[in-house]
């Protein structure tokens, strides 16, 4: 296991068994949790071990499996930009096969993929649950919001009323989520393509290695507008998740393709292209279910077509994803051998725990074609989520008032003589045997050894000891208590704690040994923190403290507490205020919520 191995914040969650909140709220609460080690501030990324170490330290659960373990040596060997190229030379190998338009793995990974065969080998669920397991890493590690939910997925394929033995196609494929869902329910022919090439073959390998009813499975690579490698194909359902707002989806180059039955689509249709696209590639009494941004429903410059679809009967229902940014279209490609002329009813249905819904004849919808649900679906009660957060909100708000301090002018270093505080230089509180100063050899190693061993690095990132040291007689102990710092005085010093007990410190670093009698230990590290006592260069004892009676200091560490508490409950305060702010947007666009009649009586705060 390479110490390289990294998480992503996802990763934690997923292994401590709990939400990305709690992971979040570690984060702002504890200065000892791992700094980030690589990634990009939207996603940063941990070092496992740290991780783990620190879990185990704070009794929190944290469980990493040989996958896991795996995983996070993907993520530390191969460049992140790569990671899609990796998962699709890993599936080809667990499928025996060669992946079209790949180019060749580099030798480096070979021990990766030896690793990965030996898990399959190993995992109960085999080849399959194994490679399944990576891909969801893959996915979470990206968090790719536009790749379609799985639930999602789960819902589109019931809405196209997949059985089993029916052929599906998935023109904008992807990883192949919905060719998975359409597989779970009982599909027997998968069709897919995707213009990249790892994401084709990495679909291709999961649907291989399903197994169950599938009977055939294709996946090809080629941008399914402009270069359709299955134009021969119809499918009793079609399922996509298209590009939202392509402006390049070949409008010059397609002007005049017999797929635009309702009318050519305009520059910024993209959307209106693909779901004729996927009408064109049913079989009579097909049904296709398209994913499209919420804006393709009510568009000017695309009214006119929405508004032949609605017309032809081949608009079947529209209904709202959660958090109202897109809608799924439900479309159903006319049966002329039965007569069926298609829907002459469209059925509108809101997102909600509710999924309130109301049926519109076609007829209805041909003015202004405006097909968004909330234009339709009856007005729902007003959200109480929004009045929730209100409550919360303004509870926090009093709650926040007790927090901060009362803080009074002090005994600065300049206060007139008869002053209660004391100024002392660390050397002259070592020589009156208030404080011990132990200072580490420069020749300790910090690579190897028995030893747990707290570094100059660990200090800087708020972390546990991560070296290791070999036993000597010099080598300072840590114990609960003492109070380290930076011998350049760089680095802010903290308490240690009976987790870092036992723990040997690296050069660098020295360690301050209070009589607790005199001075507390947290007072010594704050006093050493302020100011520009710990900026001072090279030689610690110079340092200096105001030594206050200790009552006075343990009044002083209250007040930074008290000051911490007021800063977690203002970060607690901006959380409740975004939620807030989402929920009264989101009710004021659905209109589930309005803004009170001036003349009612103002509500009076809990």
Known sequence: MTRDAMVSAADIARLAGVGRSAVSNWRRRFTDFPRPVAGAPSNPLFALEEVEQWCLERGKPFEADDLDRLWQRVQAEVEGVRLAEFLAHAGTALTARRGAGLPKPPEEWSPLFDALAASAEKADDGAAGVFSRLCERFRAARERASEVEREVAETMAGLAGIGHGASVLDPACGTGVL???????????????????????????????????????????????????????????????????????????????????????????????????????????????????????????????????????????????????????????????????????????????????????????????DLRPSSH???????????????????AVDGLAEAPPVLTPGDAPSAPEGSAAVVSSIGELVDQGVLELHTAPLATPADRGPVPLLTHKD?????????????????????????????????????????????????SLVVLRADPERIDPDYLAAALTAGSAHRLRNDPRKARIALLPLERQRAHITALRRLADTERRLAHLAELGARLVEAGRSGLADRSLAPAHPTAPEEKRP
């Open 179 to 369: 060719l998975r869902a359409a597989a779970s329910r009982g599909a027997a022919v998968l069709w897919g393509q995707d213009r990249d090439p790892a994401h084709a073959e990495i679909a291709r390998a999961r649907l291989v290695l399903m197994g169950g009813d599938v009977e055939e499975v294709e996946v090809a690579v080629a941008d399914s507008l402009k270069a359709d490698a299955l134009h021969d194909r119809r499918a009793d359902a079609v399922l996509c998740d298209p590009p939202f707002r392509d402006r390049h989806w070949g409008w010059e180059e397609l002007a005049r393709d017999d797929r635009w039955t309702h009318g050519t689509p305009a520059r910024g249709e993209g959307e209106l292209a693909w779901v004729q696209h996927c009408l064109s590639r049913l079989r009579p009494g097909g049904v296709a279910v398209v994913r499209v941004p919420a804006s393709a429903a009510h568009r000017p410059s695309g009214r006119r077509i929405r508004a032949a679809l609605a017309a032809s009967g081949a608009l079947r229902g529209v209904t709202e994803l959660p958090g109202a940014q897109s809608l799924v279209w439900v479309l159903e490609r006319p049966d002329g051998e039965s007569g069926r002329s298609g829907s002459s009813q469209v059925e509108f249905v809101l997102s909600g725990d509710t999924a309130e819904s109301c049926l519109l004849d076609r007829a209805e919808l041909v003015g202004e074609a």
């Open 377 to 395: 679906v009856p007005r729902r009660e007003p959200d109480a989520s929004y009045a929730q957060w209100r409550t919360a909100l303004l509870s």
């Open 459 to 507: 200090l800087r990132e708020g972390r546990g000891p991560g070296g290791r040291t070999v036993e000597s007689t010099g080598r300072v102990v840590l114990r609960p208590g003492d109070v380290v710092a930076s011998a350049t005085g760089d680095v802010s010093p903290r308490v240690a704690g009976t987790a870092e007990s036992g723990a040997a410190v690296g050069p």
